[in-house]
């Protein structure tokens, strides 16, 4: 039976009309004097902290803590700004599936898995308020790595109840294959959602345990069985 379950953010639960992207944009602007710093980068499924250092290199700027934090200061202040500027919602079928996985027997705690860093990912799921659905999780800034944030989650949710959770009670819900890889990294289940940046074809092809074009069609006890 599935005990937790793990949502990514971006392309998942929410779609924030790009405000994490300009929020990246504005920040290397304003701060390092750098336009278009994020011209060329895939965002998807990396953790924020990756990110930047990757620009970092890119751009000849020295990856030392003062930088990152400077950095991350003002990006939050940015992304507060964009996401109430630019068209955001919810992806669908996330409410309901969040109200039926609440009201199930033994209903599993729900958790976060992102690559955002955590006050990041507060600030996203408060604009659209779902952030106080959430009781654990891992985020970006807890490691660079997202195969590690799994373990962590693991680790977090497995102390918050009380149990050693093993993989095989713990059920994660993304949008592209890194999400799949690094589920697969603890022996987690997977559900793959098609409102993302990749197609059902493209994600198919990583063999999810579940495959929805978006969460409308999932039902909440098939998956927590």
């Given at each position: 039976m599935i005990r937790l379950i793990l949502f990514d953010i971006d392309g998942t639960l929410i779609r924030t009309g790009g405000a994490g992207v300009k929020a990246f944009e504005r920040t290397f602007a304003t701060e390092?004097?750098?336009p278009h710093a994020t011209q060329g980068l895939?965002?998807?499924g990396r953790t924020d902290t990756a990110l930047v250092r990757?620009?970092?290199?890119?751009?000849?700027?020295?990856?030392?803590?003062?930088?990152?934090?400077?950095?991350f200061d003002a990006y939050v202040f940015w992304l507060h700004y964009l996401l109430h500027q630019l068209n955001g919602a919810t992806c669908p079928g996330v409410l309901e599936l969040i109200s039926e996985l609440q009201t199930i027997p033994d209903s599993p705690v729900l958790g976060l898995l992102t690559?955002?860093?955590?006050l990041g990912a507060e600030l996203k799921l408060r604009r659209f308020g779902i952030w106080n659905f959430?009781?654990?999780?891992?985020?970006?800034?807890?490691h660079e790595d997202r195969n590690e944030l799994a373990r962590i989650a693991?680790?977090?949710?497995?102390?918050?109840?009380?149990?050693?959770?093993?993989?095989e009670e713990i059920?994660?819900?993304?949008?592209?294959?890194?999400?799949?890889?690094?589920?697969?990294?603890?022996?987690?289940?997977?559900?793959?959602v098609g409102t993302g940046g990749f197609t059902c074809n493209e994600?198919?092809?990583h063999k999810p345990n579940w495959l929805f074009e978006t969460l409308e069609s999932v039902n909440a006890v098939e998956i927590c069985r």
């Amino acid at each position: 039976m599935i005990r937790l379950i793990l949502f990514d953010i971006d392309g998942t639960l929410i779609r924030t009309g790009g405000a994490g992207v300009k929020a990246f944009e504005r920040t290397f602007a304003t701060e390092f004097k750098i336009p278009h710093a994020t011209q060329g980068l895939n965002f998807s499924g990396r953790t924020d902290t990756a990110l930047v250092r990757l620009c970092f290199q890119n751009h000849g700027i020295d990856a030392v803590p003062e930088n990152f934090q400077r950095f991350f200061d003002a990006y939050v202040f940015w992304l507060h700004y964009l996401l109430h500027q630019l068209n955001g919602a919810t992806c669908p079928g996330v409410l309901e599936l969040i109200s039926e996985l609440q009201t199930i027997p033994d209903s599993p705690v729900l958790g976060l898995l992102t690559g955002n860093i955590r006050l990041g990912a507060e600030l996203k799921l408060r604009r659209f308020g779902i952030w106080n659905f959430f009781r654990s999780g891992a985020f970006g800034d807890d490691h660079e790595d997202r195969n590690e944030l799994a373990r962590i989650a693991q680790q977090r949710a497995s102390r918050l109840m009380g149990t050693q959770l093993t993989g095989e009670e713990i059920l994660v819900i993304g949008d592209t294959p890194r999400d799949i890889e690094c589920a697969r990294g603890i022996g987690a289940g997977v559900l793959a959602v098609g409102t993302g940046g990749f197609t059902c074809n493209e994600l198919c092809e990583h063999k999810p345990n579940w495959l929805f074009e978006t969460l409308e069609s999932v039902n909440a006890v098939e998956i927590c069985r």
